[in-house]
């Protein structure tokens, strides 16, 4: 089981990046799939989360009307859309996946982790 995230970097507040997470050694298709970040000294926490159709999506308070989160199940692949990004923006972000139905909010709902890229937002 392998999730590997990438795309992050160093950014200028106001602007965009596009996080990728591609999946092997399981089927992919069948878990909804969430993006976490944790910041230096916080807690690990939920941004965005995609049911395994991407039919539903739900955002936090943190990622709603600044980020999309996306699948493409043909590349075993979710992206994050994030748009007009803030100093406060500055973690690593995870990607996860779970089986559960309902949407999960905490990480200890999550069964797979990827091993998190930086993301860097300077004012």
């Known amino acids: 089981v392998q999730l590997q995230a990438s795309g992050g970097g160093l950014v200028q507040a106001g602007g965009s990046l596009r996080l990728s997470c591609a999946a092997s050694?399981?089927?992919?298709?069948?878990?909804?799939m969430g993006w976490f970040r944790q910041a230096p000294g916080k807690e690990r926490e939920l941004v965005a989360f995609?049911?395994?159709?991407?039919?539903?999506?739900y955002y936090t308070h943190s990622g709603k009307g600044r980020l999309t989160i996306s699948r493409d199940n043909a590349k075993n692949t979710v992206y994050l859309q994030m748009n007009s990004l803030k100093p406060e923006d500055t973690a690593v972000y995870y990607c996860?996946?779970?089986?559960?139905?309902?949407?999960?909010?905490?990480?200890?709902?999550?069964?797979?982790w990827g091993q998190g890229t930086q993301v860097t937002v300077s004012s």
């Open positions: 996860a996946a779970t089986l559960r139905v309902v949407i999960s909010t905490t990480p200890d709902g999550y069964n797979h």
């Open positions: 050694g399981f089927s992919f298709s069948s878990y909804a």
């Open positions: 995609i049911s395994w159709s991407g039919g539903t999506t």
